[in-house]
């Protein structure tokens, strides 16, 4: 049984936890930010909320490529999730798969300009939904707390998502 943060003696009944209720919370405003998100794609750029993620990561990242076990990891993909999200960016001419020179077993991902055109694209409509709509009530100081807090808890539960890739030809650490 858990107890209450503010007085760790009194007992708690486990459905009226308040860890529960932050859970909940921060469910209830991912799945409810993620829909608004989806709905900034222009549809006829072939751009999904699918790949949008993958390529924004690319888009985001040194030199503009991912490996895929990296991609993988930060989208939370399996293998084959990254290998047919790949497939897709590649069809579309949004990303190319790039063979490390100095590791024959490693893929990098790295987005074209065709890619970062389509993120240029979506990404006005897409910070302004979140202006707007998602963190319309969050002022800037809470909203540099609430990414403190948020990398504390993604760190906790998803460490692989601040994974770096090194840079093309570099050894890879370990």
Same mark, same amino acid.
């Given at each position: 049984m858990s107890?209450?943060p503010e007085?760790? +003696?009194?007992?708690v009944? #486990?459905l009226?936890? #308040?860890?529960?209720?932050t &859970?909940g %919370?921060?469910f209830e405003? +991912?799945?409810?930010a !993620?829909?608004?998100l989806g709905?900034?794609?222009v549809?006829?750029s072939?751009?999904?909320? @699918?790949? *949008?993620e993958p %390529?924004?990561?690319?888009a985001?990242?040194n030199?503009?490529? %991912?490996?895929?076990t990296d991609?993988?990891? @930060?989208?939370?993909?399996s293998a084959?999730?990254?290998?047919r999200?790949?497939?897709?960016?590649?069809?579309?001419g *949004?990303a190319?798969?790039?063979?490390?020179?100095s590791?024959?077993?490693?893929v990098?991902?790295a987005?074209t300009?065709t890619?970062?055109?389509?993120?240029a694209e979506? &990404? #006005?409509p !897409?910070?302004? &939904?979140?202006d707007?709509?998602? *963190?319309?009530?969050?002022d800037?100081?809470?909203?540099?707390e609430l990414d403190?807090?948020l990398?504390?808890?993604?760190?906790?539960?998803?460490?692989?998502?601040?994974?770096?890739?090194p840079? &093309?030809?570099?050894?890879?650490?370990?």
């Amino acid at each position: 049984m858990s107890t209450h943060p503010e007085a760790s +003696a009194t007992p708690v009944d #486990p459905l009226d936890d #308040p860890v529960l209720t932050t &859970m909940g %919370l921060l469910f209830e405003a +991912a799945a409810g930010a !993620h829909t608004l998100l989806g709905t900034t794609l222009v549809s006829d750029s072939g751009l999904t909320d @699918q790949l *949008f993620e993958p %390529l924004l990561r690319l888009a985001r990242s040194n030199g503009g490529r %991912l490996r895929m076990t990296d991609l993988a990891a @930060q989208c939370r993909y399996s293998a084959s999730a990254v290998t047919r999200v790949s497939d897709r960016l590649e069809a579309l001419g *949004f990303a190319t798969r790039e063979s490390c020179p100095s590791d024959r077993r490693v893929v990098h991902l790295a987005i074209t300009e065709t890619g970062r055109r389509a993120v240029a694209e979506a &990404m #006005p409509p !897409h910070v302004r &939904m979140i202006d707007e709509r998602i *963190f319309a009530n969050v002022d800037a100081d809470e909203r540099r707390e609430l990414d403190r807090l948020l990398r504390k808890v993604r760190d906790a539960v998803h460490p692989c998502a601040a994974a770096v890739t090194p840079e &093309m030809g570099a050894p890879a650490g370990r």
